[in-house]
């Protein structure tokens, strides 16, 4: 990258502000995996070891509602930072004014700091304004105007052009740098995907149906096979006229689904059986079945036929891609296909592996599957979208060398 680092910025007695990904999943108030905190300390360490004043943003969630915001508070994040890292976190529980102000101006050398979720801004008043993730302007300036220096980590919501990341940056020319985790990412994506050994095959689940199903065009001309499953299997069903019950469907891409299916032939491979449930509950009743799924039911892993059928499309490959679980895997009863299917990497000795995103990184970390796979990017949407060929805009907007 010709892109300034860490190591080209004055730190000593500076504000830092740093972006991050945290967006990690929290139960009960409790972070669970912490797989993306611990990814960001190597650039944490660095400032505050050299006298920066670490000042940390990341989004948590998708906050489009005021009642989204209790839930989705930065707090237990600070707290396993500080644990990860042995030493104090401030938490501030706002995203702007005195009370942020305050919280800085009183940081010594060395200190993190930590802001509430920057999608806080998302939502003013009850109303959906949509301030840090429509880029607003002023926001960004605001943010820029509470540091000396910018370092943007957060190679997990790079594919975003938002108010943390790309904001900031704009308005600290020549002062933007990359920090080691985006570094890192950019060069191991680079290296195993610009030029992938094959068979080539992307795996793509997950519940982000109408974020992803675009990236399956562009796949379509650089993967040998593309798998499809999970959440992202469904609006394939209703395109092609099976029934799907109450499953995941994101009604406005089956038009897409449809042109997909129409270019792809057989290089797109669908579930052919599913594991059902009664409702979204592990405690659900379940069946496995073949094609259409009824009304009352939906499907929330892929059935044992699928996961035959998909291990050997795998066999032979020797470059994977995997973003998107294959089913529900924070439920035991729908995290059979994912585990599988992790196992079963695994077991390519010769493939280069990647699996990448918040929830497929947990999913195989939780799992045990992780150690044998060759890379584990924290980046679900960012990988696929480097993947594509296309700029990442939290990078492009980081200050040249
Ligand atoms: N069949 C399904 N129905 C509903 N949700 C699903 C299904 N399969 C997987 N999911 C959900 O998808 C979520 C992860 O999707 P996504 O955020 O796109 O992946 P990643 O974080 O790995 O990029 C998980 O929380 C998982 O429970
Ligand atoms: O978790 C993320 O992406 P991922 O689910 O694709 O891995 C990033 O933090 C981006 O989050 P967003 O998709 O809500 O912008
Ligand atoms: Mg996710």
């Known amino acids: 990258m010709a892109k300034l680092t860490v190591e080209d910025l ?31 300390l190597p650039t944490i360490k660095y400032v505050i070891e050299h006298g920066g004043r670490a000042i940390l943003f990341s989004h948590l969630g998708r906050v489009k509602k005021e009642e989204d915001k209790p839930g989705l508070s930065m707090r237990p994040v600070a707290e396993r930072l500080s644990n990860l890292l042995n030493k104090p976190v ?20 060395g200190d993190v700091l930590l802001v509430q979720n920057t999608r806080y801004e998302d939502v003013k008043d009850g109303e959906y304004v949509k301030r840090e993730s429509g880029n607003d302007p002023e926001l960004g300036k605001y943010w820029a105007s509470l540091g000396d220096v910018f370092i943007n980590d957060a190679f997990g919501t790079a594919h975003r052009k938002h108010a943390s990341n790309v904001g900031i940056a704009t308005n600290m020319p020549g002062k933007a740098a990359a920090g080691y985790l985006m570094e890192k990412e950019i060069k191991f994506l680079g290296d195993a995907v610009d ?26 001309d650089k993967a040998d096979k593309i798998i499809i499953g999970g959440g992202m299997a469904y609006t394939f069903y209703a395109a092609k006229g099976i029934k799907i019950g109450n499953s995941l469907v994101e009604k406005d891409k089956i038009d897409v689904a449809k042109e997909i299916l129409d ?14 449930a009664d409702k979204f509950n592990n405690d659900a009743d379940t069946k496995v079945v073949e094609g259409d799924i009824d009304d009352g039911w939906m499907a929330l892993d892929i059935g044992p036929k699928t996961i035959k059928q998909y291990e050997d499309v795998l066999k032979d490959a020797k470059t994977v891609v995997w973003n998107g679980p294959m089913g529900v895997f924070e439920m035991p009863n729908f995290a059979k296909g994912t585990l599988e299917i992790g196992k079963f990497l695994g077991t390519l000795d010769d493939a280069t592996t990647i699996v990448g995103g918040g929830d497929s990184t947990a999913a195989v ?30 990078i492009a907007a980081i200050s040249e060398k």
Request: glycine share 12%; hydrophobic share 40%.
């Open 10 to 40: 004055p730190l000593e007695g500076k504000k830092v502000l740093m972006r991050v990904d945290f967006n990690v999943p929290i139960k009960d108030g409790v972070v669970g995996d912490d797989n993306r905190i611990v990814a960001a």
């Open 90 to 109: 401030t938490f501030v529980p706002v995203t702007e004014g005195k009370q942020l102000e305050d919280a800085i101006n009183n940081m010594n050398n």
């Open 195 to 220: 030029n992938p050994q094959r068979p080539f095959v992307a795996i793509l689940g997950g519940a982000k149906v109408s974020d992803k199903i675009g990236v399956i065009d562009h796949l379509l």
């Open 263 to 276: 270019k792809a032939g057989d290089k797109l491979v669908l579930p052919i059986d599913n594991v059902v």
């Open 365 to 394: 970390k939780q799992l045990g599957v992780a150690d044998k796979l060759t890379h584990i990017s924290t980046g679900g949407g960012a990988s696929l979208t480097y993947l594509e060929g296309k700029t990442l805009p939290g």
